[in-house]
């Protein structure tokens, strides 16, 4: 599916997207700033869209490598608390994950709007819908902490032009 097309769907500014963040605190991320691997940082409840009843990735402890040829993979781990782990050894542990998934990056240059595109080799028509927001600087909303460098993944809902999930990412060292 393209871009455009995908985008022509999307309202330029999407209600919960601009309540969430601070003037001049995001954009767009590149390609090569989602590279890499990322911790979840869990966002509170009340900053999350009212979209679904329950957490739909309700494990505290997530770790995502987003690699450069197009595989994504992830680990959950529970109960808590969360391993402190490094990027060397997500990518050991991960090593051992199948390649199921994978995610491509889609700029339009028309929009100025950047997606992740997640798809499933085991789950036919499968899709997801991501845009990425790079953090330039730290700030606050409610009790979230979003430090700079911090990757916000809004999941959208082509249906209904909503943002429904805000996936906060730190990068691993």
């Known amino acids: 599916m393209s871009i455009r097309f995908i985008l022509a769907l999307i309202p330029l500014g999407l209600w919960w997207h601009q309540s969430f963040a601070q003037a001049g605190s995001e954009r767009n991320a590149k390609e090569q700033e989602i590279i890499g691997n990322w911790y ?9 869209p009212k979209t679904f009843n329950t957490d739909p990735w309700p494990s505290a402890c997530q770790w995502y490598a ?34 199921v998934i994978s995610w491509k990056y889609d700029l339009s240059p028309v929009f100025n709007k950047a997606l992740i595109i997640v798809t499933r080799s085991d789950v036919k028509d499968y899709a997801e819908y991501w845009e990425p927001h790079f953090v330039t600087n730290a700030y606050s909303i409610g009790d979230a902490q979003i430090q700079q460098g911090d990757l ?10 909503q943002i429904t999930w805000i996936r906060h990412l730190r990068k691993l060292q």
């Open 66 to 99: 987003y690699a450069s040829n197009g595989v994504l993979k992830n680990i959950n781990k529970t109960p808590e608390p969360c391993d402190n782990m490094t990027s060397a050894q997500i990518d050991s542990t991960m090593a051992h994950v199948p390649a």
């Open 40 to 48: 979840l940082v869990s966002l509170p409840p009340a900053v999350q």
């Open 152 to 161: 916000l993944l809004y999941l959208v809902n082509l249906q209904s032009k």
